[in-house]
């Protein structure tokens, strides 16, 4: 009777069993290692890293929307206590403009009103506000200047600020979008935004 190598030949399938399932177990262990060195989260492979700092870049950001025109906000560029704040301005309608930043406080003759971005509490003006965007000239029924405007469509504006400390700090928004064709919206003055300085950095409250 062959009895010894059918012991033997039992007592090693599990050895070799149990051999191979540690090594699977190794080489997973050691592939969720090299995931996580290279910021991975081991499932479906995404950056948990890169996720984390594209997070931690996106600025402060929030919007509004009034008279006719949706304004987005954000602070960009910030380096304590430093940065620039950004006024989107949109109108909702095709083939309405806005008013030049350079246009009087109560327009010309009393029609339109400038695009206007001011800070007030620990933020303060570090500069001049610009857009980018040309500025034309329209002629508007019982006005005799020419009027300052800007191409139809969204505006960008931006504004150099410097924070006096931490603390509370507000912008104030002022614009009015016309159209050659439907005529005005109700012009929208000091429209205010809050948001507080931190030794993070600025945020907006929420509304």
């Not at 479906?44 to 996106?58: E, L, M």
């Not at 016309?178 to 030794?199: F, Q, W, Y």
Request: glycine share 10%; charged share 20%; aromatic share 4%.
């Amino acid at each position: 009777m062959n009895v010894f190598p059918r012991i033997r030949h039992t007592r090693t399938a599990p050895t070799v069993v149990a051999l191979l399932s540690l090594a699977a177990l190794t080489a997973c262990g050691d592939q969720s290692a090299d995931e996580a060195k290279d910021g991975k989260d081991g499932k479906d492979g995404k950056d948990v890293k890169g996720t984390a700092a594209a997070a931690a870049a996106a600025p402060p950001a929030t919007s509004f929307t009034e008279n006719g025109v949706t304004v987005t906000l954000s602070v960009t560029d910030w380096h304590a206590p430093k940065g620039t704040l950004t006024a989107v301005f949109t109108p909702e309608k095709k083939g309405f403009h806005l008013y030049s930043t350079e246009l009087p406080p109560t327009g010309v003759e009393g029609v339109g009103r400038p695009t206007a971005v001011g800070v007030t509490g620990v933020l303060k003006a570090d500069g001049k506000l610009t857009a980018a965007a040309d500025v034309r000239s329209v002629n508007v029924p019982g006005v005799d200047a020419p009027m300052p405007v800007y191409p139809d469509g969204p505006v960008t504006t931006t504004l150099p600020i410097r924070a006096d400390g931490n603390g509370d700090a507000t912008v104030l928004l002022g614009y009015a979008s016309c159209s050659t064709k439907e005529g005005c919206t109700i012009p929208v003055a000091d429209h205010p935004v809050h948001l507080r300085l931190t030794d993070d950095g600025p945020a907006f409250a929420a509304h």
